[in-house]
């Protein structure tokens, strides 16, 4: 499953903060070019690093469960903290 998003104007997000949480818990935390997943994502949450620079911030979970439907909500601090972006996204069952 992939979450889109994507930083507009297009800028570099490689030195800035990531963070995609959803309903319950953080998935994913990008800080200081790492990457951290959240508990019960481990393995399966990543980010399109090489898109960073194309301002590409987008979310993939693998391994798609049940569990995973809900809000997600991506948040992207510039390094200063002078601009913070909120990106909603929304995972439902298709039937």
């Known amino acids: 499953m992939i979450i889109p998003c994507h930083?507009?104007?297009?800028?570099?997000?490689?030195?800035m903060e990531i963070s995609w949480s959803n309903d319950t818990a953080r998935?994913?935390?990008y800080k200081d070019r790492q990457v951290t997943e959240g508990i019960g994502y481990e393995?399966?949450?990543?980010?399109?690093?090489?898109?960073?620079p194309r301002?590409?911030?987008?979310?993939?979970?693998a391994?798609?469960?049940?569990s995973d439907l809900g809000v997600y909500i991506c948040q992207v601090t510039s390094k200063n903290k002078t601009q913070i972006?909120?990106?909603?996204?929304?995972?439902?069952?298709?039937y």
């Open 7 to 15: 930083l507009s104007p297009e800028i570099s997000a490689v030195d």
């Open 27 to 29: 998935v994913c935390l």
């Open 43 to 52: 393995g399966r949450a990543s980010l399109f690093i090489h898109d960073l």
């Open 55 to 61: 301002g590409n911030v987008s979310l993939r979970v």
């Open 63 to 66: 391994d798609f469960r049940e």
């Open 85 to 94: 972006w909120n990106k909603y996204g929304c995972v439902r069952p298709i």
